[in-house]
């Protein structure tokens, strides 16, 4: 089992960034692709970022391509994903989650943290 802990969302006004973390316990990620997501009011969830185990393979959502940077250190058991040039659009609660693969569909993933949430005001 994997426990994960998302921290580092908050309000922040258009342009401004945010990094959020997101802690394992329980057992390590080491070997786990790590995958972030955001699902809005209404919405679905939608993958916005994932890594390889060893952190060199990343994929991104297109529209957050250039202004998003998922990273990981594996001995820290730790994941980040670093928001910048932020955008009203970006709001939404986002959630850290553990697959096997970097894949962008939710199903896939088999541990999800309670999420944190991100407002970006115009």
């Known amino acids: 089992q994997v426990q994960l802990t998302e921290v580092g969302g908050g309000l922040v006004q258009a342009g401004g960034s945010l990094r959020l973390s997101c802690t394992a316990s329980?057992?390590?990620?080491?070997?786990?692709?790590m995958g972030w997501f955001r699902q809005a009011p209404g919405k679905e969830r939608e993958f916005v970022a994932g890594?390889?185990?060893?952190?060199?393979?990343?994929v991104y959502l297109d529209s957050v391509k250039g202004r998003f940077t998922i990273s990981r250190d594996n001995a820290k058991n730790m994941a980040y994903l670093q928001m910048n040039s932020l955008k009203p659009e970006d709001t939404a609660v986002y959630y850290c989650?553990?697959?096997?693969?970097?894949?962008?569909?939710?199903?896939?993933?088999?541990?999800w943290g309670q999420g944190t949430q991100v407002t970006v005001s115009s």
């Open positions: 989650a553990t697959s096997a693969r970097v894949v962008p569909d939710p199903s896939r993933y088999d541990y």
């Open positions: 890594t390889s185990w060893s952190g060199v393979n990343t």
């Open positions: 329980g057992r390590t990620i080491r070997t786990l692709a």
